[in-house]
């Protein structure tokens, strides 16, 4: 408890600076320059969000996008150590959209849509939040299941994305299942596949999420081959609050 306090104390400074910048800096009203000066003109003219939901909404950001990420990338690499024909097929769309040059533009990005696949495949199969609770605003019966207003509900996403009635042979790590030839997405069901969850409730830092994964994945296929450093096949899933490979070694050799 203690700590959470002093995380609390550390965004009330941060609100606090933000809002200083408003002020020296009206100009910011009309065009934020990130996202907690967002928040704080939007609390301005909606009564219904408040210093807490502020407060909460900084916490997020600061604590649930760091381990979701660096674990989904942890189980792409995981992936890609097991099958170096997907690791050189991804080296050659990035080695092309790239060149000689720096990845250093959003037109570039949009130009690897195999890593792309790559990214929602590993998510399919080990997506760091495997199970979601919610809790039910009004009584409904689902099926044969009565729930009612106040109950605990968890969602197993994962189990949802492993059914064949979902994907062909979902068990086999495809990122081919995610492309059509002419290289655009294969269509599916997107209540099939919610490794972000979905609705209202979607997590706010998922385009973030997604480029950092894209930006990362491609900078090391460029310049570095993945080797496995251990046995991948006693490579376990550990679960607290987020999913992590336990017992993951990998080995980053330099491209030469």
């Not at 600061?62 to 080296?91: C, I, K």
């Not at 979902?166 to 995610?178: G, L, N, V, Y």
């Amino acid at each position: 408890m203690q700590s959470v306090h002093k995380i609390y104390e550390m965004i009330a400074g941060f609100v606090a600076a933000a809002r200083a910048q408003l002020a020296a800096r009206p100009e910011l009203r009309e065009h934020p320059e990130n996202l907690l000066q967002s928040l704080l003109v939007a609390a301005e003219t909606d009564t219904g969000f408040d210093a807490r939901e502020i407060a909460d909404n900084v916490l997020t950001m600061l604590l649930a996008g760091e381990d979701t990420t660096a674990n989904s990338l942890a189980w792409a690499l995981y992936f890609l150590a097991r099958h170096p024909e997907v690791q050189t097929r991804m080296r050659a769309e990035v080695d092309t959209a790239l060149g000689e040059r720096a990845l250093e533009s959003f037109e570039q990005i949009r130009e690897l849509t195999y890593v792309d696949a790559v990214i929602n495949e590993a998510m399919r199969l080990k997506p760091v939040a495997p199970l979601n609770v919610v809790e039910a605003n009004r009584d409904l019966t689902i099926g044969q299941l009565r729930v009612r207003r106040g109950d605990a509900v968890a969602i197993l996403s994962r189990a949802i994305a492993l059914r064949e009635t979902a994907f062909e042979q979902p068990s086999q790590f495809d990122p081919e299942r995610w492309l059509l030839v002419e290289g655009g997405r294969r269509a599916f069901n997107p209540r099939s596949f919610m490794p972000f969850g979905s609705g209202p409730r979607l997590c706010p830092g998922r385009s973030l999420a997604l480029l950092e994964m894209k930006v990362v994945l491609a900078m090391i296929a460029h310049h570095f081959h993945v080797e496995a450093a251990c046995n991948l096949d006693q490579v376990t899933e550990r679960l607290a609050f987020t999913m992590s490979p336990h017992g993951l070694r990998l080995r980053l050799v330099a491209r030469g």
